[in-house]
């Protein structure tokens, strides 16, 4: 049974950074495409990182040159690097793999 759990979402000023870590049972993480997906209120869950069992990485437009999508296969974990993060990055974040879903981890940017 493929279970995801997101951990390392919280409160941040703009400008700061959080790593978002995606800790996988059921799956190797190496083996299969895994993806970042967020979630603000009134707004449809969008695609924000993701990267394939080679190792390719895709980002959203909006994100490009800030996040960081990594995989370390010896903990079965995908990571989100969050860098220099705005208040429109607040959302709730999941991660993805075989159609299946986390529970989430909230991110807020706010002074």
């Known amino acids: 049974q493929v279970q995801l759990v997101e951990s390392g979402g919280g409160l941040v000023q703009p400008g700061g950074s959080l790593r978002l870590s995606c800790a996988a049972s059921g799956i190797m993480v190496v083996h299969y495409a895994m993806s970042w997906h967020r979630q603000a209120p009134g707004k449809e869950r969008e695609l924000v990182a993701g990267i394939s069992s080679t190792g390719r990485t895709n980002y959203a437009d909006s994100v490009k040159g800030r996040f960081i999508i990594s995989r370390d296969t010896a903990k079965n974990t995908v990571y989100l690097q969050m860098n220099n993060l705005k208040p429109e990055d607040t959302a709730v974040y999941s991660c993805?793999?075989?159609?299946?879903w986390g529970q989430g981890t909230q991110v807020t940017v706010s002074s």
């Open positions: 993805s793999a075989l159609a299946r």
